[in-house]
């Protein structure tokens, strides 16, 4: 049995009185990809903080690769790359020289800056300051600082926050990417697409709590309604059927239906992420 | 990819990017590039010798009091040749740094004093007044005297001195803005003077007539403003290092980009060691270059010299944590920056008016800095005499430094 890469249990912590985290417990395995899916102020960017030793959790336990969160150790952090939801790169420096200065926080002698620059697109632009550069490149820069010294734990903090959909998209392939080389991801996000597109497992965070963790299938399974949308022509208008795959009799009701020479589609109707998760918490995502 | 990292790798790697973005602030580079161009060409310009010239009115004329007691100085042993020579003296002239302005009248010199009437001095020699609330024009050829104290001895002061006659009064005019220390030299300036002709063998000595000295006793070593504003300008560079040091700090707080070093190997120590490292090294490098610029290092002064600029860099670099830790904006860093900066200023300004640093003045973080620099640059000050001095900069520094490591590490560990 795999060792998880990060171990979570019952840990705690707040901001003065505020509670923002209430006793997490979860795990993510090596070349796992664990969607961390809730609103802001969920608590899910206190948890990064936490695992990544930016801040000493008030209470339970916690270990990245085996090490305690608590044992400041430094072979910690040489371990684990970090993605944070600030753009917080060096603008007076060129693209090369940001990741070069990093690698050297690694003691990387010889850092694979053009390639990681090459994977997230932006190779062309290695020399240039920062400070030129678009809020998607940007954020394509940072995916690429958490890559530099090829992580075995990567903490991603909304990726994808406010880009367009083909940067989103690019980024994402990078993550599966890392993901694939056997990397463990703990993504947070309030994205319920990409939640639901790049992670093997979503944990839906509330108010500081795990309302529920599992694959984006179970938890569609076990929150959301089976049932099928079909639309027929009727005179000139359209008429919708809703049914319900769980009811007696569906099938053959389905079957009569596709069988129409009225029908014009048929679509499965099964529970978004964001549904699920106001049906747990009665809040949306956007929080 | 796990590895060990030394700390002294983690340290320079934070010191080379702490070169780089300094290099790439144009704001940074231009207050470096002000510092080590503008600080010594203004240098070169400044006066490099010292007009130590004293002018002071008496009245009556000296010549008038000496004629009326010849008598009386023949009395305490003064010879026909001596009295000749200070009949022949001309007084209108500076003697030894001494410029006499002789009023026969007591109430034209008050007036003049008190700046109601004004003197002006011809080319000639000859005094003339004018009275400013009248029409009257400038006179030709003369320069206008700057009189603020004058002294009015009664006509037979040299008769009643010799004589052992008590109840003596002479009177000390002065203006409201001269210091007290210069009044109260002028007051001794008489006394002396009465006891010179009352108590001596050659009660009159013109050739070896005592200096009149004001505050501390700096006969025969005057500084020049030249050398007076040389260890004002090394402080200029500490300051202005500092503002650029606790901007850079700012930065690196305001863009959280230390949050994203902190989740590396490094830790806040190293970040802490490599800014102090490089603000020091900073203002120590931009120290020694101006000071090399200017001139003023000696094979007896550079030890202490250095040791003072040292401390001194420390202690500003202290000053720029804590106001870089506190991650304003470029214009919101600048006005908190001159809350420390203009205290911390204050005592570089008593070099320009030596012995007049009030006590508040002496108490203040700088000041021993300061007057270290000035006693090794001026008076040839060394190593013992600046023990205490010293000790006093140092308990500054361990206080400023220990608030600016603290300040930036809780602001660090915040974000």
Request: glycine share 8%; proline share 4%; with cysteine.
């Amino acid at each position: 049995m795999t060792e998880p890469a990060i171990n979570v249990e019952d840990l705690r912590f707040s901001y003065g009185d505020l509670e923002a985290v209430k006793g997490i417990s979860f795990d993510v395995k090596p070349g796992e990809i664990l969607g961390f899916l809730g609103p802001n102020g969920a608590g899910k960017s206190t948890t990064i903080k936490m695992l990544t030793g930016q801040v000493t959790p008030k209470s339970g336990k916690a270990q990245v690769l085996g090490i305690d969160i608590a044992a400041d150790d430094p072979n910690l952090q040489a371990q684990i790359g970090v993605c944070f939801e600030e753009k917080n790169l060096y603008l007076n420096m060129s693209a090369k020289e940001n990741l070069d200065f990093y690698a050297s926080l690694f003691g990387i002698k010889e850092p694979e800056t053009m390639e990681i620059l090459r994977r997230v697109g932006l190779a062309e632009r290695a020399k240039d300051r920062v400070h030129s550069f678009s809020k998607g490149m940007r954020q394509r820069m940072m995916i690429s600082r958490a890559f530099i010294n090829k992580p075995k734990v990567l903490f991603l903090d909304e990726p994808t926050d406010g880009l367009d959909p083909v940067t989103s998209a690019s980024i994402r392939k990078t993550i599966k990417e890392e993901a694939d080389r056997g990397a463990a991801v703990l993504l947070t996000t309030h994205d319920m697409f990409e939640a639901d597109e790049l992670s093997d497992r979503i944990a839906f965070i509330n108010d500081g709590e795990i309302v529920a963790l599992d694959t984006a299938e179970n938890l569609k399974q076990k929150y959301g309604t089976r049932s099928v949308k079909v639309r027929l022509r009727e005179g000139s208008g359209v008429r919708e059927e809703h049914i319900e795959l769980a009811d007696e009799g569906s099938s053959a009701k389905l079957a009569e239906l596709a069988a129409s020479p009225d029908l014009l589609t048929i679509h499965t109707e099964e529970a978004t992420l964001e549904a699920i998760f106001i049906e747990l918490t009665g809040r949306g995502l956007k929080g | 990819m796990s590895r060990i990292v030394s700390r002294p790798a983690i340290i320079r790697a934070l010191l080379k990017k702490e070169l780089k973005a300094y290099a790439r602030d144009k704001v940074y580079l231009f207050l470096t590039l002000l510092v080590l161009i503008a600080i010594p060409i203004a240098y070169t310009f400044l006066p490099s010798s010292v007009d130590e010239t004293i002018t002071l009115a008496v009245s009556p004329s000296v010549s008038s009091m000496v004629a009326d007691a010849k008598d009386s100085l023949k009395a305490i042993g003064a010879t026909d040749e001596q009295l000749a020579e200070l009949d022949d003296a001309d007084l209108s002239q500076e003697q030894e740094g001494l410029l006499l302005i002789e009023f026969d009248d007591e109430e034209d010199m008050q007036a003049v004093v008190e700046g109601t009437l004004e003197a002006w001095q011809t080319d000639g020699g000859d005094l003339v007044l004018r009275d400013p609330e009248a029409e009257e024009d400038k006179p030709e050829d003369a320069e206008k005297l700057n009189l603020d104290i004058g002294i009015a001895f009664p006509k037979d002061f040299i008769a009643d001195i010799t004589a052992e006659r008590s109840g003596v009064t002479v009177t000390v005019y002065s203006d409201a803005n001269v210091p007290e220390e210069i009044q109260g030299a002028m007051t001794s300036f008489v006394r002396e003077a009465a006891y010179q002709l009352a108590g001596q063998e050659l009660p009159v000595t013109m050739t070896d007539e005592a200096g009149i000295v004001l505050g501390t006793d700096r006969a025969g070593d005057q500084v020049s403003l030249k050398d007076k504003l040389r260890p004002m300008l090394i402080f200029m560079v500490l300051l202005m290092e500092t503002f650029s040091m606790a901007s850079l700090i700012s930065t690196e707080v305001l863009q959280r980009t230390v949050t994203a070093v902190l989740v590396t190997p490094a830790k806040t120590s190293d970040f802490l060691i490599a800014k102090t490292i490089f603000g020091t090294l900073m203002s120590l490098g931009q120290g020694l270059i101006v000071l090399l610029l200017v001139g003023g290092l000696t094979p007896e002064n550079w030890s202490l010299v250095l040791a003072v600029l040292l401390i001194g860099s420390m202690m500003f670099t202290g000053v720029a944590l804590f106001v870089g830790s506190s991650g304003r904006d470029f214009m919101g860093q600048l006005f908190y920056s001159m809350v420390f900066v203009i205290p911390l200023l204050i005592p570089s300004f008593s070099v320009m008016f030596p012995g007049t640093a009030a006590a508040w003045v002496k108490v203040l973080p700088t000041y021993p800095i300061i007057n270290t620099l000035v006693g090794a640059f001026n008076y040839g000050m060394t190593w013992s005499d600046a023990a205490g001095s010293l000790a006093y900069a140092v308990i500054w520094l361990v206080v400023l430094f220990g608030a600016g490591l603290l300040a930036l590490k809780r602001k660090v560990e915040s974000l």
